[in-house]
């Protein structure tokens, strides 16, 4: 008889080597660094975001954008080099993961769904996925390297939605450090150093 609960922690387990998958685009930058359950952490929120801005399932965009990148804990991450001299075979390591977990079916019709792209929600979680990216790169381009700027022009292309790019674009115009300093009180910069 199969044991659901070791399953469920074998699975647990493995999600956990997310933490320790590195996004190997960065490498090739030459600046910042990202493992995928960070990636996959801010795609979530990001998925949530637009789609609930587009009048769209955010629950659904959130959990297909939580799980885009689970079977990477197998596969590794692809980066777009290394994808035109690797291929992997994607859905048969996410189906292997999920093996006796109690939500293969769900997950894997996310996936195809992501995949297809037969949904709005799988586009805007496409758009999140490069979304992403862009945060990181302009905040890459904000400390000095000049090179992120060519892979911003790429990922702009990848945007899918209107959307995204409209969050995208803002996204350009706006300095990563900005929310720092953006309290209720402006003054809290000068008066509070431990003195009211």
Known sequence: MKDKYKAMVDF?????????????????????????????????????????????DAYKAALMALFHDLHEARCGDFNYVYRIYNKSDERQALKDSLQDTGIEEEVLDFYQELEEVKSVEAA?????????????LKEQLDLGNKYAAKWLDCALKRLRTEEGKKLAQKILQTDHTDWWFKTPDPSWWTKKNGQD
Request: zero cysteines.
């Open 12 to 56: 647990l387990f493995e999600v956990g080597m997310l933490k320790k998958t590195p996004r190997t685009g960065y490498q090739f930058l030459g600046t910042g660094k990202e493992n995928v359950a960070e990636h996959s952490f801010r795609t979530a929120i990001i998925a949530f975001v637009l789609a609930k801005n587009s009048g769209k």
């Open 124 to 136: 805007l979680v496409q758009d999140a996925d490069q979304l992403d990216l862009i945060l990181n």
